[in-house]
């Protein structure tokens, strides 16, 4: 990305970005790149920058692989964006249970509503350790996360997360079983 001049301005970031992902398809994206594009996500203080470099399932896809082999920091915010890869759910999927296991704990909440989002089977499980770990993101994950997907263990979890007591994982609790207890649209 070198070849654009306005590259570090604060408004030619954006505009280098969409210039360049709108000419250069994922599959000639060379290592630097990749390297500048996971750069402008990890220093973005906005969702633009992600939508610009996801907007295509292929690209979700691409530098989701690229951000999971070189250990980005914006894994947050591209595990959020591989719900939406339904034609490629297989692959969304695969990439989604290694976000899943990443440090921060931000990207495991992020790409366990993702697999919500893409139906997994796996979100079950995953929503209980994500609940084990204590941590009250996690629970709040995990809460929507069986929501999605319809779980018959949301009402445990719900009547867990009243007895845990810590005000936003009860909110989040509430909610969840209000929006449960709503007829579907469809019936």
Not at 55 to 84: C, F, K, N, W, Y
Not at 125 to 134: E, I, K, M
Not at 138 to 148: D, E, K, M, N, S
Request: hydrophobic share 45%; charged share 25%.
């Amino acid at each position: 990305m070198d070849d654009y001049p306005a590259w570090w301005t604060i408004d030619g970031v954006i505009g280098a970005v969409d210039d360049f992902v709108t000419h250069a398809p994922p599959d000639v994206w060379t290592a630097q790149n990749v390297a500048d594009l996971l750069c402008v996500l990890e220093h973005s203080t906005t969702d633009y920058a992600v939508e610009l470099v996801t907007r295509t399932e292929p690209m979700a896809l691409a530098i989701a692989r690229h951000a999971l082999a070189q250990r980005s920091v914006a894994g947050d915010d591209i595990a959020a964006r591989l719900g939406r890869c339904l034609l490629h759910r297989k692959e969304a999927e695969a990439l989604l249970m290694v976000f899943v296991q990443d440090p921060h704990e931000r990207t495991r909440r992020m790409a366990l509503l993702s697999l919500a989002q893409l139906r997994s089977a796996a979100v079950p499980a995953l929503a209980t350790a994500a609940w084990d770990s204590g941590d009250e993101y996690q629970r709040i994950g995990a809460l929507a996360a069986l929501r999605l997907v319809d779980s018959a263990l949301l009402p445990e979890y719900v009547s867990k997360a009243l007895e845990d007591g810590r005000p936003h994982l009860v909110a989040n609790a509430r909610k969840h079983a209000e929006d449960a207890a709503r007829p579907s649209e469809s019936a």
